[in-house]
């Protein structure tokens, strides 16, 4: 790792998540020099501690829901779920994430350097007590669990040692209710923990569509998971095996307390005071093409001030673009409908326009009762000249349905499009005619 002193590269890039990685593969490519520095695990947040354990964990709470639903349907006995044996399975999964990504960036000809990078300059970094220059750098450093900031606040995990933990606790109290919470929430609670959720708001998922989050709240709510709105917690103590959890009003107690108040950016290392670089709690302010104040520095993925939502695809999506610019290309970056998922049992996604539409009560559909769905919807919103705008599912497939409903979004399409298609049949594709 690291090499040649004092050497000068096209381009530099801060951490090796998605969207660094996508940057990194793409300028290589294009025959640019290119130097990346990581300060912890290669890959990032998902393949290592995010998106990905959390859908392998996801995998036996699906099958234990499919056997549930189809309960009285031919299908007797539900299974449960063995903790450690899922951790191990688990584990073959994010165990070679790291070495295997380190290998691939290694084998494309990109140079590597493990450590914490901080500016000098415009053009240089320090890292590891080597100094970088590079004429343009690339940010890409991500986000954190935001920790609470309350008396025994360090008491608190994150969603990484949740992914992480050998031994399921026999409660867990997560703080906040967006995506980490709710989805981490439905693992634990499939695999027989007691769960609760402590928020301080009154909405829950305030982007998503209001009246399908208030069918998914109910159906967590019937699995046994208790969310508590309207709650500041002001303090927390370890008590013997339990840690007591103080707000204005009660107080609550649990094995385990998970904070998942959001993910602020990861800046604090980089020494941005030495540069022209705006930044704020949301992020490093870009302009249009993800540049900084400083023109030859650029920030993507989760670090950055974007006003889209913060997920692998979109910071993979920025990354390339940066690498387009940095190949000549002036436009701006122009976004697809971009798909967000809540991976729940049920769960709930959403891509394009939220406002006006229609609602369609699946649940008895063939698609649908054929599993045994509790309740599954499907809000569609077109446009005047009936062209998909955007589109809302709760079901326990969703994350497949929104795939297939992005891209009629992307490609504009109408009613005689969804017809104009021959899908396989019986799926959710097939059904995508009768939602015009
Ligand atoms: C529990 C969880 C579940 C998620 N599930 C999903 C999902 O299902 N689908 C989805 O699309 N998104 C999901 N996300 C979000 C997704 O993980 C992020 O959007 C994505 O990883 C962002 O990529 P990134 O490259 O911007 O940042 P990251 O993946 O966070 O990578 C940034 C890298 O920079 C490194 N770094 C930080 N500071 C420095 C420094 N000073 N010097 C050198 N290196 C540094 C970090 O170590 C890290 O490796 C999830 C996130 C979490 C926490
Ligand atoms: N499926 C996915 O795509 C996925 C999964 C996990 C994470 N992510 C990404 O990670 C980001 C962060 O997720 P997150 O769930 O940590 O944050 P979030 O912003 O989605 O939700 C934070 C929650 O905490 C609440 N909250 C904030 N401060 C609080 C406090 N002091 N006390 C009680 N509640 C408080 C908020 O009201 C909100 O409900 C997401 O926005 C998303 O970009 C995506």
New binding site residues.
Partial sequence: MGSELMKKYDVGI?????????AAFALQAQGKQVVM???????????????????VLLAAVEAKEYAQLLQGKGVQGVPTINWPELMTSKKTFTDPVSRGTFGSVTAAGITTYQ????FQSATEVL?ANERITADNWII??????ATLTVPGGELAKT??D??GMEKLPASITFVGAG??AL??AVIANAAGSNVQILTHGETILPAFDQELVADFVEQLTQRGIKIVKNVAVTALAQQENTIEITTATENYRSEMVIAATG?PA??D??NLDALDVEWSRHGIKVDQQLRTGAQNIFA?????DTAV????????F??RYVAAVLAGNQEPIQYTAIP??V?GAPKLAQAGAVATATTFDVTGWFTYRRIGENVAKVKIATNEVGQLIGASVLATEADQLINYLTNAINQKWTLADAQANIMAYPTMASDLQYFF
Avoid: M
């Fill in positions: 801060i951490g090796a998540g998605p969207a660094g990685l996508a520095i990581e300060s912890y695990l290669w890959g990032g947040t998902c393949p290592n501690y995010g998106c990905d354990p959390k859908k450590g914490k990078a901080r890292v890409a450093t991500g986000a954190r669990p969603s990484e949740f992914l995506y980490v989805e981490l993910r990861n800046i290392d980089l993507i993925g989760d670090v950055a939502p913060k997920l692998t695809p979109v910071g993979s920025e990354g967000t998922v991976y």
